[in-house]
């Protein structure tokens, strides 16, 4: 009995016991950014998760540092550029949007308005002939 | 007219033949690694304790003067384990100064395992709760960084340092930073 | 013996695919015969090459790599049997069985009046899919390599993930949606040889796209469902790479679907239903190769071999570059100018067709960009959840307002005042619907739910309007109307459990309360159990709300014995307006553990939504086999 209880409490890396798994928020508010703020990051480690659905130890300590720094009263912008100055754009789930990603970002509406407009356009000219 | 059909008629081709390039040119890359953007920035300052002598503390101001390879190492690792040896060799032959990082560790076991198999380091510094190795972009074991003398990040290797590592990559880089000057 | 046998069968299924092949390159009766009987033979051989995999999986053949690698002693009997396809290879073996399987639908009972050339043409290029895949197959992926390890090992056991009933019927749902595209890309390329697209081949195509479609539907919906319930984080849908796969075809094939009635009905689009045809089995591949070539990294991912990835490409640049080659010398033949004005059906369903192509694009581009800037040096990004929901969705709102309007629209022509006049009423309504429930049910407003609200609204108003000016609703109408429903269902529950979940996560100790959306989680006990190949832990939560009978809610923490691996098995409270799902984290030395707990409104009308797509298209086939028998 007592075995599995200490199998799974002990299967479970130290570090997450060193600090509290689950975190104290003074406001809704923080905590409602801790929340986005951890599922719009990637974990590195295993890099198909985001750093909130993690068990990787490098994910608890960067929940961790995301705790930390949101007690400190920084903002998100803050946050992600302390995570982007050490691990890269690559951590960012959501790519900015600059010179290498404008096409990322607006490619879906041009193709769908080249498509729209070049739809109509074509019928209406077909039909004048 | 005629042009616009036949542009329509081969685009669908064109646009599958550029993403059968795009493809194949991925299947040459590492989705996973992680590219540092530490690279060409001055390493980040640490004082961190002295692994073999706990009074002493590791600081960044080691780097000046000379060229060093900082290794996040532990002994959980068992890739760190398979790269130790080159470590070894690499230190002794090539004399490159090694700075390790004990990442998340038990001290006792550390300093055990470093008399058992043989100690590469000139220095360890001991990162026991892994903040200093967060803010150097750390995210596995083994890595190493290679440090100018100026104390400029310049290189990062992401896992094991094996021969074709050393021979493509490190060692010419090593011989061009070694006649830089400080 | 058994694995060798399997061997064997491949081999001999890869003979008779080439067979398949070769005799169905002139339409001579004679070699037709031949062709037919060779993909007969082939599937009968794949079938058995599959008994011989499960045989090996239930025996516990170690000696079978693949077997060792997915398998273990203690392993279930059921999951030995769906791990036959856990793996590459041996899902590989599924898609190649698969493909027979859906050729012998294809000789039993495709319409008679399909023309001899057609059909041997048919039979030729499915013959080349199969022998190109089979000798992926064989070549690179062989399922029943042996070696014989000197001492006895048990089994790598099957990951523990896997072990849960939706591996049994989320890949075989899966792969019979996007493996039988083939056929409808068989019947676009029969198309170009012949230079002609008439109505017995639209005829006779559709069944072949309605089908795998529905399949497909329910495919995903299943993949979805089952994610939900392993993942332990209440989510239903990742824009994960390979969920992206199987979603890709799918939108493709609802334009194709849209696009061949018109075929069929019109004469018209014959240029676009074969280009559609051929670029939703682009995308099935696509997805395939995705999946297993290493060159995006995905939790469902199989394990990532770079060589056969490049295989793939190259079997892709064959098939499919020949497809579109061809598609360009032969399409002149096909196009026609419009018949209709710009306010007409035909318009409606070719926007239709353009912004699912722009949310194929979306979602290709999103899954794919990562890789075009690496490839160019540019640095590494990731593109994930928050962009495609972002994107995605702009993408998708107008489709769904067009879709109330377009089962009124004319034929040909329709005037826009005439249209106005019929659905305004209709369109206010839904508004105000859609304003007002929010308001009155005392919930949260936001303008994206309303919007949501409103657009599901609008669909099954107005597809209730449309039955209602029918003069008698056939067996033909039920389908759209069902499947469109379906759609809204969707969208009425994405929008809702988006816009008012909730979840926490807490700490907890026996006796602890907590409240969550109105309901009281009380922890009663945690106890210990044993499955068949693990141990768990069980903690049982009383939920009430308002002093109501308390229902009891058990989640687990299971620890599977192979290999030590543990996995959390959520437990979930469902009803049929929402789910209440709790997942068991960690414990901690004093006896606390750590819980996450969600209210999950209307989660399983999504599901409903898509499982009602699949009905629909069970019904449109339906109709189309009354209609044939009634012309025979």
Redesign the interface.
């Known amino acids: ?1 007592k075995k ?2 200490l ?3 002990l ?2 890396p130290l570090q ?2 060193a600090a ?3 975190y104290r928020f003074t406001s809704v508010n923080d905590q409602q950014r801790f929340a986005t703020l951890t ?2 990051l ?1 974990c590195l480690v295993c ?4 750093l ?2 993690s068990n990787a130890p490098l994910a608890a300590d960067l929940r961790q540092q995301i705790y930390r720094h949101l007690q400190q009263g920084q903002s998100d912008k803050e946050i992600a550029d302390y995570l982007v100055a050490r691990y ?9 949007f600059n010179a ?2 404008w ?3 607006l ?3 041009l ?2 308005l080249t ?2 407009l070049y ?2 356009y ?3 000219q ?2 004048r ?1 | 007219m005629n042009r616009l ?1 036949q542009v329509r ?2 685009l ?2 064109i646009i ?2 550029m ?2 390039f ?8 590492r ?5 540092s953007p530490l690279i060409n920035q001055s390493a980040p300052e640490f004082s961190l304790p002295d692994l073999l002598d706990a009074k002493k503390s590791v600081t960044h101001k080691e780097f000046a003067g000379h060229v060093t390879f900082v290794n996040v190492w532990a002994t959980w690792c068992v890739s760190c384990a398979e790269e130790h040896r080159a470590l070894l060799q690499l230190a002794q032959d090539a004399h490159i100064e090694f700075l390790g990082l004990n990442y998340k560790d038990d001290t006792i076991a550390a300093k055990k395992w470093l008399q058992q198999y043989g100690n590469p380091y000139k220095r360890v510094a001991v990162d026991s709760d892994g903040q200093a190795a967060i803010d150097w972009g750390v995210y596995g074991t083994p890595e190493t960084f290679v440090i100018d003398k100026k104390g400029v990040i310049r290189y990062k290797q992401v896992g094991p340092i094996d021969n074709d590592a050393w021979e493509k990559t490190l060692k010419p880089l090593v011989e061009k930073l070694r006649n830089e000057r400080a | 013996m058994v694995p060798e046998l399997g061997s064997f069968a491949i081999i001999l299924a890869l003979c008779f695919s080439i067979i398949q092949g070769v005799s169905g390159f002139k339409p001579f009766r004679r070699l037709l015969r031949l062709s037919m009987t060779a993909a007969i033979i082939q599937f009968i051989f794949l079938t058995i090459a599959m008994l011989c995999l499960i045989a090996s999986f239930v025996m516990q053949d170690i000696t079978v790599i693949y077997v060792r690698e997915h398998s273990h002693a203690l392993l279930p009997v059921l999951y030995r049997i769906g791990a036959a396809w856990g793996g590459h290879e041996g899902s590989l073996l599924l898609w190649c069985l698969i493909l027979a399987g859906w050729t012998v639908a294809f000789i039993l009972f495709s319409d008679k009046k399909l023309s001899q050339s057609s059909r041997s043409n048919i039979m030729m290029i499915l013959g080349f899919i199969s022998c190109g895949f089979i000798t992926f197959l064989f070549a690179t992926s062989n399922p029943f390599q042996r070696d014989f390890p000197a001492s006895l090992i048990t089994g790598n056991d099957l990951t523990p993930i896997l072990q849960d009933p939706g591996l049994i019927f989320h890949p075989p749902m899966l792969y019979l949606g996007y493996v039988g595209f083939a056929i409808g890309f068989a019947f676009a390329i029969s198309a170009l040889i012949e230079g002609k697209l008439n109505q017995e081949w639209a005829h006779a195509c559709r069944p072949w796209i309605v089908l795998p479609w529905s399949f497909l539907s329910c495919g995903i919906v299943l993949g979805s469902w089952w994610a939900y319930r392993e ?1 332990g ?1 209440g989510g239903w849908w990742f824009w ?1 790479p390979v969920e992206n796969a199987s979603l890709l075809p799918w939108l493709s094939a609802t334009a194709l679907l849209h696009s061949l009635v018109v075929s069929e009905k019109r004469q018209s689009f014959k240029g676009w239903t074969v ?1 559609l045809a ?2 939703t089995f ?1 995308l099935s591949l ?1 997805g395939t ?1 995705l999946v297993r ?7 469902h991912a199989f394990a990532n071999d ?1 060589t056969r ?2 295989f793939l ?1 190259c079997y ?2 064959v098939i ?2 020949g497809a ?2 061809l ?3 032969r ?2 033949d096909f ?1 026609q ?2 018949q ?3 306010l007409s059906r035909e ?1 409606f369903l ?2 239709n067709s ?2 699912l ?2 949310a194929v ?2 979602i ?3 899954t ?8 160019l040096s ?10 495609f929901n ?3 969705l ?2 998708i709102l107008p489709l769904l307002l067009l879709m109330g309007f377009a089962p009124h629209v004319h034929w040909k022509k329709q005037a826009a005042g005439l249209l106005w006049k019929k659905m305004r009423f209709t369109l206010f309504f839904s508004l105000i619907i859609a304003v007002l429930v929010p308001f009155c049910l005392g919930f949260e407003f936001s303008g994206l739910t309303c919007l949501g609200i409103f657009l599901s609204v609008w669909i099954i108003l107005a597809t209730v309007q449309y039955a209602h000016t029918l003069k008698q609703i056939e067996l033909k109408h039920w389908g759209m109307i069902v499947a469109h429903v379906g759609i809204a269902i969707v969208a009425l529950g994405v929008t809702v459990n988006k816009s008012y979940s909730a979840e926490r ?3 907890m100790l026996p006796g602890e309360s907590v409240s969550l959306a109105g309901y009281q989680f009380t922890f009663v006990n945690v106890d ?1 159990m044993r499955g068949v190949n693990y ?1 768990a ?1 069980t903690a049982s939560f009383d939920v009430q709300k308002n002093n109501s009978i308390p229902e009891r809610l058990e989640a687990e ?1 299971r ?1 599977y014995t192979a290999h ?1 691996e ?1 996995l959390g098995k959520p437990g979930i409270l469902v009803n049929p307006f929402r789910d209440l799902y709790l997942a068991l ?5 004093d006896g606390g553990w ?1 819980v996450r707990i969600y209210y999950k409104p209307m989660v399983r009308w999504i599901w409903a939504g898509g499982f009602l797509l699949l009905i629909g298209g069970f019904l449109s086939l339906l109709s189309q086999i009354k209609k044939r028998d009634e012309n025979e």
Do not use: C, H
């Open positions: 009995m599995l209880f199998l799974i409490i299967f479970v997450l016991f509290e798994d689950i599922t719009q990637r890099q198909n998760q985001t909130a659905e890269g754009n690559f951590i960012l789930y959501r790519p900015l290498t990603t096409a990322l970002w490619g879906p509406l193709f769908l498509g729209v739809l109509l074509y019928i209406r077909k039909r002939d | 059909k008629s081969i669908p081709f599958f033949a993403i059968l795009l493809l194949w040119r991925g299947l040459g890359l989705p996973n690694q992680v590219p | 993942l984080w994960d280009l051929i670029i682009t696509l190769f070539s290493g060159v995006l990294v995905s939790v770079p990835g490049l490409l892709l640049a499919i570059g579109f080659l598609y360009g010398f399409i002149k196009y100018d419009p209709f004005e710009l318009t070719l926007l353009v912004i192509l722009t694009f979306t290709v581009i999103g794919l960009y990562p890789i075009i800037l690496d490839a540019l640095g590494k990004i990731s593109v994930g959840e928050p962009y972002l994107v995605f702009p993408v996560q807490i700490k210990e141990e832990v923490q620890i030590q543990t984290g960690n414990g901690f030395p750590s």
